[in-house]
Nanobody, 118 residues
Framework: QVQLVESGGGSVQPGGSLRLSCAASGRTFSSYAMGWFRQAPGKERELVAR????????YYADSVKGRFTISRDNAKNTVYLQMNSLKPEDTAVYYCAVQSLSRAWTDWGRGTQVTVSS
């Protein structure tokens, strides 16, 4: 099992930036990748970005390509999500999650609120 703690959420105006962090502890060596999901009110949870621990291969949802950057610090077992040019539609609770070697999403953080509003 992996424990995840997110930080860095908050309120920002459109066009602003935020950086989310996710610190992982526990059986991180048994995981394949880390990802950031988000869930807006009344909407399904969606995968925003993902990065593999070993090769650092990344995936981004079309809605955030060119604006968000996911990165990792293997030594600190921490994953980051740099969010630039934020839009009101980016408002959501953001969760980090662990993807296991079997590609299942197995562990979740509690989430951090991101609000983009003028």
């Amino acid at each position: 099992q992996v424990q995840l703690v997110e930080s860095g959420g908050g309120s920002v105006q459109p066009g602003g930036s935020l950086r989310l962090s996710c610190a992982a502890s526990g059986r991180t060596f048994s995981s394949y990748a880390m990802g950031w999901f988000r869930q807006a009110p009344g909407k399904e949870r969606e995968l925003v970005a993902r990065i593999t621990w070993s090769a650092g291969s990344t995936y981004y949802a079309d809605s955030v390509k060119g604006r968000f950057t996911i990165s990792r610090d293997n030594a600190k077992n921490t994953v980051y999500l740099q969010m630039n040019s934020l839009k009101p539609e980016d408002t959501a609770v953001y969760y980090c999650a662990v993807q296991s070697l079997s590609r299942a999403w197995t562990d979740w953080g509690r989430g951090t609120q991101v609000t983009v509003s003028s």
